[in-house]
Nanobody
Framework: QVQLVESGGGLVQAGGSLRLSCAPS????????MGWFRQAPGKEREFIAA????????AYADSVKGRFTISRDNAKNTVYLQMNILGPGDAAIYYC????????????????WGQGTQVTVAS
């Protein structure tokens, strides 16, 4: 079964940075759009960023624009989310997802999901 595996989460001080990684096991995702979402306790899953299969186009939620950067290295079969200037509002479980469709902010457009990685921000 195809799985996406996220890594790089952890505890960071407010104002700090983290870089999340996402790599699939079982197949390559070089031809799919990839997205990052997050979910805080008691809240719905929220779109963060997405990138086309070749990295030529990206999309961001307004809440992270200018602070987060999504990128991918298809040679390494890995997608990244660089997160800077983290604040308490960024604390959540972060999920990566793959879509055979184009870049989308809707979770329903993504067919494969990882288990998530926890990001905690200490104020």
């Amino acid at each position: 079964q195809v799985q996406l595996v996220e890594s790089g989460g952890g505890l960071v001080q407010a104002g700090g940075s983290l870089r999340l990684s996402c790599a699939p096991s079982g197949r390559t995702f070089s031809s799919t759009a990839m997205g990052w979402f997050r979910q805080a306790p008691g809240k719905e899953r929220e779109f963060i960023a997405a990138i086309t299969w070749n990295g030529g186009s990206t999309a961001y939620a307004d809440s992270v624009k200018g602070r987060f950067t999504i990128s991918r290295d298809n040679a390494k079969n890995t997608v990244y989310l660089q997160m800077n200037i983290l604040g308490p509002g960024d604390a959540a479980i972060y999920y990566c997802a793959a879509s055979i469709l184009s870049v989308s902010s809707s979770p329903r457009a993504y067919q494969h999901w990882g288990q998530g990685t926890q990001v905690t921000v200490a104020s």
